[in-house]
């Protein structure tokens, strides 16, 4: 059985139409049998701009997945 997570990241105050986004596709993972998770602020480095966050996805927390997306927010 494949084991798969959509992620999408933001960093700062959510939205309404981020709000609505982050609900879409946690309906659509559960459509489709994945995992979901919004990661927030700046994981990877506090350096870095936020679309650089989005490598994240290759943290060793997620090793044990077949496929992860990573989604923009909008």
């Known amino acids: 059985m494949l084991n798969n997570i959509?992620?999408?990241h933001f960093d700062g105050e959510l939205?309404?139409?981020d709000k609505l986004s982050i609900a879409n596709i946690q309906e659509y993972?559960?459509?489709v049998?994945?995992?979901?998770?919004?990661v927030t602020g700046k994981p990877f480095s506090k350096y870095l701009t936020a679309p650089c966050q989005k490598?994240?996805?290759?943290?060793?927390?997620?090793?044990?997945?077949n496929d992860v997306l990573m989604l923009d927010i909008d």
Request: hydrophobic share 40%; charged share 30%.
């Open 15 to 17: 939205r309404e139409l």
């Open 6 to 8: 959509i992620l999408q």
């Open 33 to 38: 049998g994945a995992d979901y998770k919004l």
């Open 29 to 31: 993972a559960k459509l």
């Open 55 to 65: 490598i994240h996805m290759l943290n060793e927390e997620f090793d044990g997945y």
